[in-house]
């Protein structure tokens, strides 16, 4: 598995909160009984194992869960967040994605469509072949035309098999963003809370570090 790593993290924390959203505090054993269950309704869903699928979502524990379920697919991951609007659609369809997976920012449950056949690429179609989990993540288009770029996940995941000291932090960047989750997998991997906030005004994200002690 993938993350066998993470998993041996999560398991030795079982009883500490890995998320903080909507002022909820999930736990780690959460997480581990979550990523079982989105394990199974992958293959109840008939997706099969290197498919790429772009997941529409936030920070929310069902997301991670799922991120995490889908790496231990060997999916290829497009991510996505509702505030692409437009792009959604051209960030699908340049990824080749075979399927969407879309969990609702206010119940976190997630509605599962077919929306394409397998394409050819020979980036994608390497991972495939080889066994390994992708991330296609796109650039913001300031330039012109989105770029996107296709990454090996376990590559990605490696360096946060070091241990790293445990901290409680602000997941104040994007779902579809390297940056975001490369913070995401930096808490989670050390113990640490990820605390979401649906919100950037100076004042609510103060009192989110006040209040769960970021």
Request: proline share 2%.
């Given at each position: 598995m993938h993350t066998d790593f993470l998993i041996?993290?999560?398991?030795?924390?079982?009883?500490?909160?890995?998320?903080?959203?909507?002022?909820?505090?999930y736990k780690f054993?959460?997480?581990?009984?979550?990523?079982?269950?989105w394990?199974?309704?992958?293959?109840?869903?008939?997706i099969a194992k290197g498919s790429i699928v772009a997941l529409e979502a936030d920070f929310s524990p069902n997301s991670v869960a799922m991120?995490?379920?889908?790496?231990?697919?060997?999916?290829i991951i497009i991510p996505l967040t509702a505030s692409l609007g437009e792009k959604k659609k051209q960030f699908r369809e340049t990824g080749n994605a075979q399927f969407n997976?879309?969990?609702?920012?206010?119940?976190?449950?997630?509605i599962f469509s077919r929306i394409g056949e397998s394409a050819s690429?020979?980036?994608?179609?390497?991972l495939k072949k080889d066994g390994i989990p992708g991330l296609i993540v796109y650039s913001s288009g300031s330039s012109g035309k989105s770029k996107a770029t296709v990454h090996d996940f376990s590559k990605l995941l490696?360096?946060?098999?070091?241990?790293?000291?445990?901290?409680?932090?602000?997941?104040?960047?994007?779902?579809?963003?390297l940056g975001g989750i490369n913070t995401i997998f930096h808490i989670l991997s050390n113990g640490g809370c990820v605390i979401t906030t649906n919100s950037h005004r100076p004042n609510d994200v103060c009192k989110i570090i006040q209040d769960h002690k970021v």
């Open positions: 041996d993290v999560f398991k030795e924390n079982n009883d500490q909160d890995a998320i903080v959203w909507n002022n909820k505090a054993s959460w997480l581990l009984e979550n990523i079982t269950k394990e199974k309704k992958l293959s109840d869903e008939a991120l995490i379920a889908l790496i231990n697919h060997s999916c997976i879309v969990l609702d920012l206010k119940s976190d449950k997630a690429h020979p980036l994608t179609d390497q490696d360096k946060f098999r070091v241990r790293r000291p445990c901290r409680r932090t602000l997941a104040f960047l994007l779902f579809d963003h």
